[in-house]
């Protein structure tokens, strides 16, 4: 299974991004999505996620991020309005995947996007 990320860049403070990611492979069913990021110097933090209509955000991004997901498609999107320099990091999406004939839910990263906002 393969987490392919885009949408990443430089945005001015108050801007806008929207962050894209399609999952492909051997996949049966994919339960949870989201969005991880990690600054420098820190650790890996939960932005967004989405499983079965249900969605959680952290407290810092709750009304400026939006996340989405298209099961047809395998994909889940992130729209981040109003962008703040403390926005900036590696955003990585995860994908909690059922593989085809293969018992078992299986968590998978993609690559990472830079996001990065001046001020």
């Known amino acids: 299974v393969q987490l392919v990320e885009s949408g990443g860049g430089l945005v001015q403070a108050g801007g806008s991004l929207r962050l894209s990611c399609v999952a492909s492979g051997n996949i049966f069913s994919i339960k949870q999505m989201g969005w991880y990021r990690q600054a420098p110097g820190k650790e890996r933090e939960l932005v967004a996620i989405t499983n079965d209509g249900s969605t959680n955000y952290a407290d810092s991004v709750k009304v400026r991020f939006t996340i989405s997901r298209d099961n047809a498609k395998n994909a889940v999107y992130l729209q981040m309005n109003s962008l703040k320099p403390e926005d900036t990091a590696v955003y990585y999406c995860?994908?909690?995947?059922?593989?085809?004939?293969?018992?078992?839910?299986?968590?998978?990263w993609g690559q990472g996007t830079q996001v990065t906002v001046s001020s």
């Open positions: 995860n994908a909690q995947v059922v593989l085809t004939l293969i018992p078992g839910r299986y968590d998978y």
